[in-house]
């Protein structure tokens, strides 16, 4: 995994580097020093999703820029819980999963922005190319299981998934005043890989039996798209998964110019 993203940071480095060296003397560096290289910028749109998302971005010339960004959401209920209970209806076994389950993630999101128009220097539209890294950790999955007797138990189960993708955002940004900005995230779709591991531990030793039932209740819940491997022994319960990863990217951003 580590891997993964040094060698992600490394070619869009690299890349800005080269790009910064083709800054010659003349015009574009004349109007650099006209203008705030640097932009430290907050997410106002993630906040309503329980979400803290904040991005750096270094001008490097009038056509070039690269920025990090980092979003993190503290472990708790999902966000717009309410909004989903209602999507989901008279499910009551659905419904307790989502009273009892929390979650949390963070994200590191560096890209490499090409403005399009003849501003420049941080202004207009913009094309990015982005490598994203997320994490989400996730608890109080909640699954029931019988014994011979007809007697019914739950194994509480808690892990983290790992995503992997790349994606492109279509954006437009603008200064307001001399020390303000405003970006508009318009689109960013993104597509990788994810693999997860989630493991439940049994407050007492599990019956044959109640192995073979809890394995079926775990085989049983269903993730599209996505490999899915049970273990089951006395201890509790294991669960990987292996599938695709992605989402879109959106938002609007206020920043401070420096």
Known sequence: MKSKILFALSILLLSTSAFAQYDKPGKDNDESEKHSMNLFKVNLTSIILKNYSFQYERILNRKFSFALGFRTMPNG??????????IVGD?????????????GNTAITPEFRFYVGKKGFGRGFYLAPFYRNATYKGSG?????????????????????KGNSFGLMLGAQWHLGKHISLDWWILGPHYGNGKGDFTGKSSQPLTADEQNDLRMELEDFEIPLTTKTVTVNANGANVKLDGPFGGVRSGILIGIRF
């Open 77 to 86: 209920k999902l966000p717009l819980q309410s909004t989903i209970e209602k």
């Open 141 to 161: 999955l909640k699954f029931t299981y019988e014994n011979t007797a007809m007697v019914k138990n739950t194994i509480s189960m808690a892990g983290e998934l």
């Open 91 to 103: 499910d009551e076994e659905a419904k307790e999963q989502l009273a009892n389950f929390n979650l």
